[in-house]
């Protein structure tokens, strides 16, 4: 899969969370920059983005998404 694929994917998940087909994803995306994003929103983008590539996530690896995309605390 290539970074395009994963990255129309990705912005997939955002909008269908979201319930926003405007929201648009770059790397340096935060919680910040996306209006509604809580915590639920956070359990929800990580089990959408767990079934939408077909993997499963550990809890260090999801901590660790915290850290890097969810710089406003959420």
């Known amino acids: 899969m290539t970074r395009a694929e994963i990255h129309a994917r990705l912005t997939a998940v955002f909008r269908d969370v979201f319930d926003d087909d405007a929201v648009e994803i770059a790397d340096a995306t935060s919680a ?10 956070m359990v929800k983008l990580v089990l959408a983005a767990e079934e939408r ?17 969810g710089r406003a605390h959420v």
């Open 53 to 69: 590539f077909g993997v499963r996530m550990r809890s260090r690896e999801i901590d660790a998404l915290k850290n890097e995309i």
């Open 32 to 41: 910040k920059d996306i209006r509604g994003w809580d915590s639920v929103k």
